[in-house]
């Protein structure tokens, strides 16, 4: 299907689902040229030594929908992020907006912003956002390094930008409905409303094109409800067009349990919500990698907003993404894992995404378990922290698990993984068997009919967690 708005993009299946493409890449001298223009410099102003590398501007990385451009330039050093028309207009507009208030409403170190423009006409051909260039270099590649004591003050300081992020808003205590802001015509005295929703739940291939409601949502019920729906119109379509039984198979398989997740939402989500639902800024990937840090660990920037939304307050129950994991009490003993080669080299301090880490000579497993144990402790710290900040904070985790879970079931149906155990999981809550979804995703579920001879009977229609594949 072609579509004029989003020229230059293409999407491609990568046996996982689909994947953007861009197929004609940015020039970098039409990214110098919007540079130097936002910048109020010439290209003649440029130190001699830079023209000889190139200019001001170079690229940088590659990211999942942009690619990212260094900018020096007398005024300091700046980042520009070239964009592929996803969702175009809304996933740059949103973008810009909640940068603008998380700034101006918050300590939270995030970029700043210089200049963006929406849409395509302009040189380069591709929406864009300039930005300033934020310290420090991603945690992922100091973490092994830093101290729990480094890592513990870390995750107080996030903590402190959620309980901020809770406060950040047009109603008091955030907003009201889901939705990305800055996408809404309406304004509150300068704060941006949330309007249509921009996730690659909604963007990603031929889900654009679906004729489903995106936004803003009054309540949880129509949000995940249009998820489902695009999970049955995909997989709808997926059935007919099966070549193969396997095919046919998984299309079947994924839309029985898709309609089995609709069938429940109206039990745990009303369908009927007035006012609109509360809601709060959430950064849906506040990962190791979008926290950057100075020398000695301590948080320079928070980067990584471009899908950043306001979620229900239910979703900001969850610890931040870096904190997830399986839990792990004890610490592992070094001593008892595999030598191997040192294969790695911890980060110096550039920027090169590149670089390895230092395995100092231990086994990768080694750094797993690690790494388990740690974000086991530290979630009782970002507990205890959330707590301090808002003394409800264990009733609002409580009250939101089931949610989540069934968020996490969703989103997992939508990219086919693990439906025998989502089945499984959405079989048992609705007996009122409330099991964690990790758990059940992580071993399955087995039904005990009876015992052995001479043992005592188990009750019929009982179910455990099983230890081992199903």
Not at 202 to 220: E, L, N
Not at 224 to 249: C, Y
């Amino acid at each position: 299907m072609r579509d004029a708005s989003r020229e230059g993009l293409a999407w491609e299946d990568n046996g996982l689902g689909p994947e953007p493409r861009w197929t004609r890449d940015p020039h970098i001298r039409a990214v110098e040229r919007v540079c130097c223009r936002h910048l109020g410099m010439s290209l003649r102003d440029i130190k001699s030594e830079e023209e000889e590398a190139g200019g001001p501007v170079s690229f940088h990385i590659d990211g999942a929908f942009n690619k990212l451009y260094q900018v020096k330039s007398p005024r300091g050093h700046f980042m520009m992020r070239v964009s592929l028309p996803v969702d175009p207009q809304t996933k740059t507009r949103g973008e810009a907006a909640t940068l603008q208030l998380v700034r101006r409403k918050t300590d939270i170190p995030v970029p700043e912003l210089v200049a963006f423009d929406d849409s395509r006409s302009n040189e380069i051909g591709y929406e864009w956002l300039l930005m300033g260039k934020m310290p420090g270099v991603p945690v992922y590649y100091r973490w092994r390094k830093m101290s729990m004591a480094q890592k513990e003050a870390l995750t107080i300081r996030t903590a402190n930008f959620q309980a901020q992020l809770f406060r950040c808003g047009n109603f008091g205590e955030g907003f009201r409905s889901i939705g990305t802001l800055g996408t809404s015509a309406n304004s509150d005295h300068g704060v941006p409303e949330p309007g249509p929703i921009v996730s690659s739940f909604f963007f990603s291939g031929q889900r654009y094109h679906y004729p489903i409601p995106r936004g803003p949502f009054s309540s949880s019920h129509d949000w995940i409800r249009a998820q489902l729906n695009i999970i049955i119109k995909e997989h709808t379509t997926a059935l007919g067009e099966a070549k193969t039984e396997l095919d046919k198979d998984y299309a079947e398989s994924a839309l029985r349990v898709a309609r089995k997740l609709l069938r429940m939402l109206h039990k745990i989500f009303p369908a009927i919500v007035h006012p609109p639902e509360r809601t709060v800024i959430w950064h849906d990937d506040l990962s190791l990698r979008n926290i950057l840090v100075d020398s000695n660990g301590r948080v320079t920037a928070v980067i990584g907003w471009e899908c950043a939304s306001v979620m229900p307050r239910w979703v900001a129950s969850q610890v931040p993404e870096f904190l997830r994991g399986t839990v792990r009490e004890a610490k592992p003993d070094r001593n008892c894992y595999t030598d191997v080669n040192n294969g790695g080299s911890e980060v110096s301090g550039g920027d090169d995404p590149d670089d390895g880490l230092d395995n100092e000579g231990k086994t990768e497993l080694y750094w797993i378990h690690l790494m388990e144990y740690e974000q086991t402790q530290l979630r009782k710290v970002y507990a205890a922290r959330m707590r301090q900040l808002r003394p409800d904070w264990d009733m609002e985790v409580e009250e939101g698990a089931l949610r989540v879970d069934f968020l996490n079931a969703v989103s997992r149906c939508g990219a086919g993984f693990y439906l025998r155990r989502i089945e499984q999981w959405v079989d048992a809550i609705e007996r009122k068997d409330y099991l964690p979804l990790r758990e059940v995703l992580r071993v399955g579920i087995k039904k005990e009919t009876g015992g052995s001879a001479g043992s005592k009977p188990t009750t019929a229609g009982t179910f455990t967690v099983i230890s081992r594949l199903s």
